[in-house]
């Protein structure tokens, strides 16, 4: 009699916590790439670091603040069409199951690893910075940027194409 209550009460748990990603869309690589910013955006990049990532005062470029001390940025790919059509596809072809029934997040913020979004002179136009290890990220401009859906195991797929590029600082 135990085990027949403990079926419903663990479907309904996997219900209520589960935020299981799937693709649930099939934009095409020219439609991914209208959104804002890979429509104005010349190069995407991916960076590694150890610290917090600034905007320099002039916006001209990033730095990475450690304790108040500038470091340099740890390491950068420039990614290519390729990656980029990975990188999309993750972001707008992905999303929850079903609606989710409430939002996970972790009480820590230690963000490692970030996107940048830079023009055709080099200078960076938005970015978004992650944390792999708490499952978090921030954007540069929420009201213009998104995501998309942000389940479970999007953060997860986004790490393997950090991977995939040679990043290795913020990745396990």
């Not at 190069?43 to 450690?66: A, H, N, P, T, W």
């Not at 409430?102 to 913020?109: A, I, P, Q, R």
Request: aromatic share 12%.
């Amino acid at each position: 009699m135990k085990q027949i209550l403990l079926i419903p009460v663990l479907l309904l748990s996997m219900l209520s916590f589960g935020q299981k990603c799937v693709k649930k869309n099939n934009l095409s690589f020219a439609a991914r790439m209208k959104k804002y910013p890979f429509n104005v955006a010349a190069q995407v990049q991916m960076i590694g670091y150890d610290g917090m990532l600034r905007m320099s005062e002039d916006g001209r470029d990033f730095y990475v603040d450690k304790d108040f001390v500038k470091m340099p940025i740890l390491e950068t790919k420039t990614l290519t069409p390729v990656q980029i059509d990975s990188l999309t596809s993750i972001l707008y072809n992905y999303g929850y199951a079903y609606p989710p029934r409430g939002y996970k997040t972790e009480d820590c913020y230690d963000p490692h690893n970030a996107i940048i979004f830079r023009d055709q002179k080099g200078k960076p136009l938005e970015f978004i910075e992650i944390c792999f290890e708490c499952k978090n990220t921030t954007l540069s401009d929420w009201k213009k940027m998104s995501l998309g859906d942000m389940c479970d195991q999007k953060l997860d797929l986004l790490e393997k194409l950090f991977q995939q590029a040679g990043i290795q600082s913020g990745v396990k």
